[in-house]
């Protein structure tokens, strides 16, 4: 069985401060996705970046980056210029490409941006 | 498109109670899963629905059930509700379980209250 998991419980920077949360997980898949989501005080968990990791560069989407190592089985996220709308749980999962795909989810970490 | 929405948004119910959360998808999604969120246990697959048929099933007692109509909204009921059943439904939706097709994106939840 897969498993996600994320050490930081909570974090907190300054608005415009760089802030990376970690995130490891544990396969014996060849191919899988990885994801990272923001959940909002609303709750609405939303989208935030995505990984194939059959390929080796890094997704980026605007101020969010991963970093990828598939050998480490690490999956961190990098926020840069971070903003107070960053404020959020931010949740790493992780998808098989094959068989019964659902996502698993490590516990969250809590993220504050401070003005 | 409009995104996934769900009904109703809150709900309260006495144990041994049953009831029935209600999601639809994005439009042109055809795969429907449903996860339930708890502070002590995290976020949890309770199973997927494509074309009507259930294709994924996580490991809930058969309390929790599901079911999908011909144009992909789903349902899912739990019957004699317990008070461990408090929690945010989430549901999630993506265009099919083809490969390349493995994002999924969130409805806003359904909060379940058991007293």
């Known amino acids: 069985a897969q498993t996600v998991t994320q050490s930081q419980p909570e974090m907190s920077v300054q608005e415009a401060e760089t802030v990376t949360l970690s995130c490891t997980y544990d396969t014996s898949e060849s191919n899988y996705y990885l994801f990272w989501y923001k959940q909002p005080p609303s709750r609405q968990m939303i989208l935030v970046i995505r990984q194939e990791a059959y390929k080796q560069q890094n997704a980026t989407e605007n101020r969010f980056s991963v970093n990828f190592q598939k050998a480490a089985k690490s999956f961190s996220l990098k926020i840069s210029d971070s903003q107070l709308g960053d404020t959020a749980m931010y949740f790493c999962?992780?998808?098989?490409?094959?068989?019964?795909?659902?996502?698993?989810f490590g516990q969250g970490t809590r993220l504050t941006i401070n003005p | 498109k409009a995104g996934v929405t769900q009904t109703p948004r809150y709900l309260i119910k006495t144990r041994g109670q049953q009831v029935t959360l209600s999601c639809s998808p994005i439009?042109?999604?055809?795969?429907v899963s449903w996860y339930q969120q708890t502070p002590g246990q995290g976020l949890q697959f309770l199973f997927e629905y494509f074309s009507e048929t259930q294709r994924n099933k996580g490991n809930f007692p058969g309390r929790f059930s599901g079911r999908q109509f011909s144009n992909s909204r789903s349902e899912m009921n739990v019957s004699t509700l317990e008070l461990g059943d408090s929690a945010l439904y989430l549901c999630a939706s993506r265009e099919s379980v083809a490969s390349g097709q493995e994002t999924q994106y969130f409805g806003p939840g359904t909060r379940l209250l058991v007293l």
């Open positions: 999962a992780f998808m098989k490409d094959q068989g019964a795909q659902k996502l698993v």
């Open positions: 439009s042109g999604h055809r795969s």
